[in-house]
């Protein structure tokens, strides 16, 4: 049995949609954008699909799509509640790190890939094998400052959330 705040959720619907629309022109698939901002601004963080196709007024299959994309992009997680059958997706108040992180490992791949595609092109000898190395190039600077980013992140995070008020159910 989930428990509601006295917040409105009408106004928490409203910005549900309004987070979903950024999300989307900012290129994430549309209903994925929706599940992600719904789970962000529900106060557990956690719902069941069923719970996502009642909020989100849409079909489970469109439900299951966007929770697929969500949980491979690592923005949520699936979680099984003990003695249920039925999933639980859950996203963490530090969404937006694994993310990153999942992220980095996937810049990775494709710099591996573009790397061996120099030689082949070419070398730099030619314009393609140029504009190769210089993606490998930008791929490194990022991923280094991406690791640099991680531990600057982590005191920065314990230093905002210090103060903050705790919150009990």
Not at 4 to 23: H, I, K, N, Q, W
Not at 32 to 56: I, K, P, W
């Amino acid at each position: 049995m989930r428990q509601r705040s006295s917040r409105d959720e009408r106004a928490v619907s409203a910005y549900v949609e309004r987070l979903g629309d950024t999300l989307t022109d900012a290129g994430m698939p549309r209903l994925a954008a929706r599940v992600f901002a719904q789970l962000l601004a529900d106060d557990d963080g956690r719902m069941t699909a069923a719970e996502l196709t009642e909020s989100l007024d849409v079909s489970p299959a469109a439900v299951s799509g966007a929770v697929r994309y969500l949980t491979q992009t690592y923005l949520i997680g699936k979680e099984r509640e003990r003695g249920s059958r039925r999933d639980v997706y859950v996203v963490q108040a530090d969404a937006w790190h694994g993310a990153m992180l999942s992220r980095d490992r996937m810049l990775a791949q494709i710099e591996t890939s573009l790397r061996a595609g120099v030689p082949a092109v070419g070398g730099l000898d030619t314009e393609a094998g140029r504009r190769l190395q210089l993606s490998v190039a930008f791929l490194e600077f990022l991923g280094d400052r991406l690791g640099e980013l991680e531990g600057e992140w982590a005191a920065h995070k314990a230093e905002i959330t210090r103060t903050w008020p705790s919150v009990t159910p």
